[in-house]
C-alpha cells in the first residue's frame, strides 16, 4: 500500500495536492491517506487500485477549474448545459477493473465554491457561471467497491456509475445541503448486478436513482439486477427514481429502506423528454418492507408531466409495493399515456396515516392530467388512470389532524382490470 506522504503530499488543505495523488495511484494498488486536508483537482482511479482514506483525512476538491478534467476527456463524458454543470469530475474511473474506495475518511466537493451566496430557506441557491459535474464518476468499469466513506458537498450528483458491472457500495454517508441544485446520491445508470446497502443519504435532488440513459455508452446495456437494502434516505424531491433515458430498467429489489421527511419516496417515469418516441421500460421491480414520512408515497407515470393523448413509446409493467407503511400527505398517483402504458401494479399490505392539515387544489374531474410536478391533486387517495391489471390487496389508509379533503378512495379513469381486496380508505 502507497502511502502518499511518500509522494509529496503535504495534506495542508492549502498546498495543491494533485500531482502526488496522481503519481501515487500511478504507481499501482491503494494509496493510503494519513488524517490531513488534501486539496486536489481531477484525479484518476487506476485498475487493481484505489483510495483508502483513514478517519480524519479530507479529500477536498479544488475550486479552480484548471484543476479539473476537460469536458471532451473520453467519449462517454456528458455536459448537461440546461443545469449549469460542466463535464469535469472530481474523482474518476475510466474503463478500470477492480477499483476500490474504502475507510473511514471524507471526500468534500467544495459545493460552497461554486454557488453564490444564498439566504437561508428551503431550496434557495444561486449557481455561478462554473461548476463540476458529477463528484465521483465511475464509467464503463467493473468490480467497484465503495466502503464506509462520507461522500459530501457535492455541487451536482455525488456519485454517478454509469455502464459498470458488479458494483458493491456499502456503508455510505452522503450528504448534500437540500438547496443543492441536482444534488443527487448515488446515480445507477445501465449497470448490472449492483448492491447498495447499508448507506445514509441526504440529498439536495433524488438520494438514489436507476436509469437507462445508454446512449452515450459504448457497450449499451440494460439497468438490471440491482440490489437495494437497509438504507435511511431523506430528501425534498423524490427518494428513489426509476427512469431517465431510452433504454431499459429490469429486475431489481428494493427493500428495508426508511424514507424521512421526503417529498415523493418512489417516483417511477418512462419519458421525462418532450421526445414522443424516447422512454424507459421499466419492468419487474419489487419494493418491500419500506416505512416513509413523505407527501406522496407513489408516482408510476409513462410521462413526467402527466397523462398524455399519445402512446407510450416504453411501458411500465410487474411492479410490486408490498409491507408498506408511514404518513402521507398528497395522492399517489399511476397514470399511464392515452392506451395505457402502465400495468401489472400490486399494491399489497399498505397501511398509511393521511395528513389531512395541507390546503390541497383538488381537482374533481379525473380527465385532468396530473403530474410529478403539478400541485394540482386528484379527488382521491390513490388516482389510477390509463392503466390495466392494477391490484390493491389489504390497503388501510386514516386521517389525522383534520378530516380526509377526498370524496372517494380511488379515482379510476380509463382503467382495466382493477381489482381492489380488503380495502379501507378511511373514508365515512
Not at 475550486?63 to 467519449?75: I, T
Request: charged share 20%; glycine share 10%.
Amino acid at each position: 500500500m502507497n502511502n502518499v506522504l511518500d509522494f509529496g503530499a503535504r495534506g495542508d488543505g492549502i498546498a495543491k495536492d494533485t500531482a502526488p495523488v496522481q503519481a501515487a495511484l500511478d504507481a499501482g494498488g491503494i494509496v493510503f491517506f494519513p488524517p490531513g486536508t488534501y486539496l486536489c483537482g481531477t484525479l484518476y482511479l487506476r485498475s487493481n487500485g484505489g483510495l483508502e482514506l483513514s478517519p480524519g483525512a479530507v479529500l477536498l476538491a479544488s475550486p479552480d477549474r484548471e484543476d479539473y478534467n476537460a469536458d471532451d476527456f473520453c467519449p462517454q463524458n456528458r455536459v448537461a448545459g440546461q443545469e449549469k454543470v460542466s463535464g469535469a469530475h472530481f474523482i474518476v474511473a475510466l474503463e478500470a477493473e477492480n477499483v476500490t474506495i474504502r475507510g473511514g475518511g471524507r471526500i468534500d466537493g467544495s459545493r460552497e465554491a461554486f454557488y453564490s451566496d444564498w439566504t437561508p430557506g428551503y431550496r434557495d441557491f444561486n449557481i455561478t457561471s462554473w461548476r463540476p459535474g458529477q463528484m465521483l464518476y465511475f464509467c464503463e468499469s467493473r468490480n467497484i467497491h465503495l466502503e464506509d466513506v462520507q461522500l459530501y458537498n457535492a455541487p451536482y450528483w455525488t456519485c454517478f456509475l454509469h455502464g459498470c458491472e458488479d458494483v458493491f457500495v456499502k456503508g455510505l454517508r452522503i450528504y448534500n445541503d437540500q438547496r443543492t441544485a441536482n444534488g443527487d446520491g448515488i446515480d445507477i445508470d445501465c449497470c448490472r448486478r449492483v448492491t447498495v446497502s447499508d448507506c445514509i443519504i441526504d440529498s439536495g435532488d433524488d438520494c438514489i436513482t436507476l436509469r437507462g440513459n445508454s446512449a452515450p455508452l459504448k457497450n449499451k446495456g440494460a439497468c438490471e439486477h440491482i440490489a437495494i437494502t437497509n438504507c435511511i434516505l431523506h430528501t425534498c424531491c423524490n427518494a428513489i427514481r426509476i427512469g431517465v433515458g431510452n433504454g431499459i430498467v429490469r429486475d431489481c429489489v428494493i427493500s428495508n429502506i426508511v424514507f424521512h421527511e421526503t417529498r415523493t419516496a418512489i417516483c417511477i417515469v418512462s419519458n421525462y423528454l418532450s421526445d414522443k418516441s424516447k422512454g424507459v421500460q421499466i419492468e419487474d421491480i419489487l419494493f418491500s418492507n419500506l416505512r416513509m414520512e413523505a407527501e406522496r408515497a407513489f408516482v408510476v407515470l409513462s410521462s413526467a408531466s402527466g397523462a398524455q393523448d399519445y402512446p407510450a413509446a416504453k411501458r411500465i409493467r410487474n411492479i410490486q409495493f408490498r409491507n408498506v407503511s408511514g404518513t402521507v400527505s398528497e395522492p399517489s398517483l399511476i397514470a399511464g399515456n392515452a392506451g395505457g402504458g402502465v400495468s401489472g401494479l400490486l399494491f399489497d399490505n399498505i397501511v398509511f396515516r393521511h395528513d389531512c392539515s395541507r390546503t390541497l387544489r383538488i381537482e374533481k374531474n379525473p380527465a385532468a392530467v396530473f403530474g410529478e410536478w403539478n400541485r394540482l391533486q386528484p379527488d382521491g387517495v390513490f388516482y389510477i388512470a390509463n392503466a390495466s391489471e392494477i391490484e390493491l390487496t389489504d390497503v388501510k389508509v386514516s386521517c389525522f389532524n383534520g378530516v380526509f379533503p377526498y370524496s372517494s378512495g380511488i379515482v379510476e379513469y380509463r382503467t382495466e382490470k382493477l381489482r381492489v381486496n380488503h380495502c379501507d380508505f378511511g373514508l365515512k
